[in-house]
């Protein structure tokens, strides 16, 4: 349901403490300006729902899902709300798991059980062009990493209209600095296997700081990371005292939010679904 995904974005903003990261405790006001991108970002994970049911049912095919221009109108609407940089890979997941959503939907299919033929239509068979301009978005934001590691992947915006490169492609390169890309064939796996490790959580808000904790210490090997135990009992001091500390390292940090979001949303739309509350 669409609404899984509305609600798994607002968990995974708000859930505390994810030290280092945007959560509902911070003093700064990022919180806010984060909830109000998610808002801003709400008209386009509608509309790629409707893309995804569209597909589904026959009425446009794959090259004209357009989802590299969703996930630009999005950022670029978040920006003109909270005039700072958003959260490219957050968002990006969002829009790709709304318009799975809507496309699960429209045949009928459990997510879980069509997750790859599903990711393999959805990301990988988009027109080049739409694949350029989802580039251009993250030049437009000055995300020179996320440029740099395109470029020294051998992807550029000449190179993917000559190569046909697709969203996937890009997906699977920039995975490497924000979890929320991990959302693709090669990677996607990893994420998944994590949602079904959080099957005896409490609700989705301890599932969240869970999966923040497990991507950031065990899939991108955070050295800061690398004590926190949540079955240690001084574990809440810790997180709050990390909190502190890394904050400093928020924008760097927020690029595992992606990765609870989608991970949030396996385990909502599995066998034995996830409690949120």
Known sequence: MIKDIKRALMITLASPVKPGSVHRFIPEIEFEERIIEAIEVFDVIDESYKKGRELALGNIDSSSLGLGHLISSAYK????A??????????????????????????RQNVINGINSFLSRILYKGKPSDTVEFVESLEDLGLSNYINLLEKSGITKESIEYEERSLGDVFEILSKIDSGFLLNLKYYNNLLKLSKMLIGSKNAV???LKSYIYIGKD?????DFSDLDIND??????LLSKDKILKRNREDLNAILGGVLITLY????????????
């Open 219 to 223: 899939l991108y090997k955070i050295e």
């Open 206 to 208: 301890q599932a969240a």
């Open 233 to 238: 009992p001084n574990f809440l001091n810790k």
């Open 77 to 80: 609407k978040a920006f003109e």
């Open 82 to 107: 909270i005039n700072e940089r958003p959260l490219p890979g957050l968002d990006a997941a969002a829009i790709v798991l709304s318009s799975i959503d809507g496309y699960s939907e429209g045949i």
């Open 266 to 277: 396996f385990s909502l739309n599995s066998e034995n679904p996830l409690k949120l509350f």
